[in-house]
Every structure is written in structure tokens, then in C-alpha cells.
Nanobody, 125 residues
Framework: QVQLVESGGGLVQAGGSLRLSCAAS????????MGWFRQAPGKEREFVTL?????????YYADSVKGRFTVSRDNAKNTVYLQMNSLKPEDTAVYYC?????????????????WGQGTQVTVSS
């Protein structure tokens, strides 16, 4: 049983930073892609970033977070991180990590089979 558990959300002022963690368990994830998505109230879930969990560790970012957010992984801990800098009020949302089998990139949330419970990030102006 695959389990993803996010942590690290909270309240921060605009311009501040937060680091989210996603701890994965239940299988070997080297052949998976891990994605981060977010959903603000009244809006659709949107893609934030992804990282391949193979030896290449390729990453891809949404334009809205490029240059401010960094995704990384610690394979030994089966954990993926999302470092968020220069946060803006529009970054306020529930952030989810998700996993899909394979290393092809996908920004579509319905192509991810496994999801965490989400963690709230609130950025005040």
C-alpha cells in the first residue's frame, strides 16, 4: 500500500519561505515520478512541479513558480522536498504530493495514482 504524507505547511508572510516534505512508503519508488500540486479555494488543482525518482532526477516546474520553488529528493529517506522561497499571497493553497509510475512527465493530476492528504500553505500580504 503506497502512502504519501506531507508536512511543513503553515502561515508565512509574503517574501518568506517554507519547505514542504513528502514521505513515501509502501514500495520502491525509483521508477516513479513525484509531483506537487496545489489547490486554492474555488479553483482547480494545478500542477506545481515534478521530479523523477530515478538516477537522473529530472525536474520540471510550472511557470508560476519557476525560479522561486525547488524540488529535491532524498532517496535514502524516500522523501521529496519542496523548497518555496519568495512566497506570494497567490501561492496560498493546499499543497499535495502525488506519485505516478514511470518517468515520463505529466502535469495532469488525473495521471497520478497516489496522493497525500495535503498540507495548507497560507501567505499573508
Amino acid at each position: 500500500q503506497v502512502q504519501l504524507v506531507e508536512s511543513g505547511g503553515g502561515l508565512v508572510q509574503a517574501g518568506g519561505s517554507l519547505r514542504l516534505s513528502c514521505a513515501a512508503s509502501g514500495r520502491t519508488f525509483s521508477g516513479y515520478t513525484m509531483g506537487w500540486f496545489r489547490q486554492a479555494p474555488g479553483k482547480e488543482r494545478e500542477f506545481v512541479t515534478l521530479i523523477n525518482l530515478n538516477f537522473l532526477g529530472n525536474t520540471y516546474y510550472a511557470d508560476s513558480v519557476k525560479g522561486r520553488f525547488t524540488v529535491s529528493r532524498d532517496n535514502a529517506k524516500n522523501t521529496v522536498y519542496l523548497q518555496m522561497n519568495s512566497l506570494k499571497p497567490e501561492d496560498t493553497a493546499v499543497y499535495y504530493c502525488a506519485a505516478r509510475l514511470g518517468i515520463t512527465w505529466s502535469v495532469k493530476y488525473d495521471e497520478y495514482a497516489y496522493w497525500g492528504q495535503g498540507t495548507q500553505v497560507t501567505v499573508s500580504s
